[in-house]
């Protein structure tokens, strides 16, 4: 179905995702109109993860129905197959901007690889991943679906979104700092260093897409209650 209901989260980046949407969306809403350049008054709708709603995280056609969008160039069920990614959070702002939310407390979880068995799955999935890497022009010459997978299919399906669809779709990287219990980075250059190097073994530096991408830090001393 592709709705999934959480428990409220105990630690990690689904305690601090579910807390920072329902209880602390300034801290959010305002670095993303900040990176991203948008109107200061821009107001950000969440749809997941909510507390009234089970704290559900959706993925698959769910997402998109969320949303409450069209994919009428390119269907989802084309791109990608059952199973794809299971968004941290989704929202969408006044002026009808799609954000698709991935959410890190330490840097062990940019860490991934693919799941998938079925030779049709993998075929689309390794379409989907090579087109993708083909518009961003990267010249790496590695697989991207090892490694880094979480983050080349979130990248995906904004090409999809954004670059085949020509929706309003913006990806957005939240990555929370002084998680000390996940041992995570306690400084927002932790995370840049770490994300650089994501990105130099990805292939990709200025891209096609980047001004559709923003990467927010949020210091979770800030959500504690």
């Known amino acids: 179905m592709g709705r999934f209901p959480q428990t409220l989260g105990k630690k990690g980046s689904m305690k601090w995702i579910q807390r920072l949407i329902n209880k602390k969306t300034e801290l959010v809403n305002?670095?993303?109109?900040?990176?991203?350049?948008?109107?200061?008054n821009e107001?950000?709708?969440?749809?997941?993860?909510?507390?009234?709603?089970d704290y559900a995280e959706y993925r698959d056609q769910a997402f998109i129905d969320k949303l409450g969008v069209k994919l009428d160039k390119v269907s989802l069920e084309d791109f990608w197959p059952k199973g794809g990614p299971q968004w941290d959070a989704l929202g969408?702002?006044?002026?009808?901007?799609?954000?698709?939310?991935?959410?890190k407390s330490h840097i062990q979880e940019l860490v991934s690889s693919i799941q998938a068995e079925d030779k049709d799955s993998l075929r689309k999935i390794c379409k989907g991943?090579?087109?993708?890497?083909?518009?961003?022009?990267?010249?790496?010459?590695?697989?991207?679906?090892?490694?880094?997978?979480?983050?080349?299919?979130r990248l995906a399906h904004l090409y999809l979104l954004q670059e085949l669809?020509?929706?309003?779709?913006?990806?957005?990287f939240v990555y929370f700092i002084n998680d000390e219990k996940m041992n995570g980075p306690r400084t927002v250059n932790e995370w840049k260093g770490a994300i650089k190097l994501l990105h130099s073994y990805l292939g990709i530096?200025?891209?096609?897409?980047q001004k559709f991408m923003t990467e927010v830090f949020i210091d979770v001393k800030n959500l504690e209650v």
């Open 92 to 103: 969408r702002s006044g002026s009808s901007k799609l954000f698709l939310v991935e959410a």
């Open 205 to 209: 530096g200025r891209h096609k897409l």
């Open 30 to 40: 305002s670095q993303i109109r900040k990176n991203l350049g948008l109107l200061e």
């Open 165 to 172: 669809n020509q929706l309003p779709a913006y990806l957005v």
């Open 43 to 53: 107001e950000i709708c969440w749809l997941s993860p909510l507390e009234e709603d």
């Open 129 to 153: 991943l090579k087109d993708t890497k083909s518009f961003l022009n990267s010249k790496a010459e590695i697989d991207w679906s090892s490694r880094f997978y979480q983050y080349t299919n």
